[in-house]
């Protein structure tokens, strides 16, 4: 079956604007968590979301934000970005089931602020 | 908060060399995960580990969860040119399913 999608893959933004990045999961998983990946400071939780409802969130400004519809696709949104916005992020989705907490990943989308 | 103690953060090996890498944590986990990640790609899932003691494998991978449950280590035996790439450990952080924290990776290159 198909692995978990973002859209866009890469894309060039200007500081001030904001952007909108979309991430479809695995068929099935109903949790879909977001991820920051820069050179110095590694992968850091953004947030997470099940059943449309965000569960956790991450130590992250009110600038970024994010939603889950109904069907589990879910989008993060960062406003008025900054430079230091610049970086790869990652998509992943979850069954949830509390046997475990195994999530798989999307390719991710590289977000550049000039 | 909670961190992920991961070494070494890079190393260089020759092609056939094994390799292992670990990670602690000052804190106690309930499953623990290896990822891999390619240049521009985002991690794969190489092994998941949901008991304390479980020693998993995954073709020349094996991974191993501490019995403390505050430790695991990643080996890869006969390492390949195909391994090269950036492993990170992860595990989920307490009051959520995936708010998952990772180690700060290791990155490895094989020599031919």
């Known amino acids: 079956k198909a692995g978990v999608t973002q859209t866009p893959r890469y894309l060039i933004k200007t500081r001030g604007q904001q952007v909108t990045l979309s991430c479809s999961p695995i068929?099935?998983?109903?949790?879909v968590s977001w991820y920051q990946q820069t050179p110095g400071q590694g992968l850091q939780f953004l947030f997470e979301?099940?059943?449309?409802?965000?569960?956790n969130k991450g130590n992250f400004p009110g600038r970024f934000s994010g939603r889950q519809f109904s069907n589990s696709r879910s989008e993060m949104n960062v406003s008025t970005l900054e430079l230091g916005d610049s970086a790869l992020y990652l998509c992943?989705?979850?069954?949830?089931?509390?046997?475990?907490?195994?999530?798989?990943f999307g390719e991710g989308s590289w977000l550049t602020v000039v | 908060g909670q961190q992920l103690n991961q070494s070494p953060q890079s190393m260089f090996i020759q092609e056939g060399e094994d390799v292992s890498m670990n990670c602690t944590s000052s804190?106690?986990?309930?499953?623990w995960l290896w990822y891999k990640q390619d240049p521009g790609e985002g991690p794969v899932l190489l092994i998941a580990?949901?008991?304390?003691?479980e020693l998993t494998s995954n073709g020349r991978l094996t991974a191993q969860f501490g019995i403390t449950r505050k430790d695991s280590f990643l080996n890869i035996s006969a390492s390949i040119p195909s391994d090269v790439g950036i492993y990170f450990c992860?595990?989920?952080?307490?009051?959520?399913?995936?708010?998952?924290?990772f180690g700060i990776g290791t990155k490895l290159q094989v020599i031919p």
């Open positions: 580990l949901y008991k304390a003691g």
């Open positions: 979301y099940f059943s449309e409802t965000q569960r």
């Open positions: 068929s099935g998983h109903r949790s």
């Open positions: 992943a989705s979850s069954l949830a089931s509390p046997s475990g907490n195994t999530i798989y």
């Open positions: 804190s106690i986990f309930n499953t």
């Open positions: 992860a595990g989920p952080l307490s009051g959520g399913y995936q708010k998952v924290t």
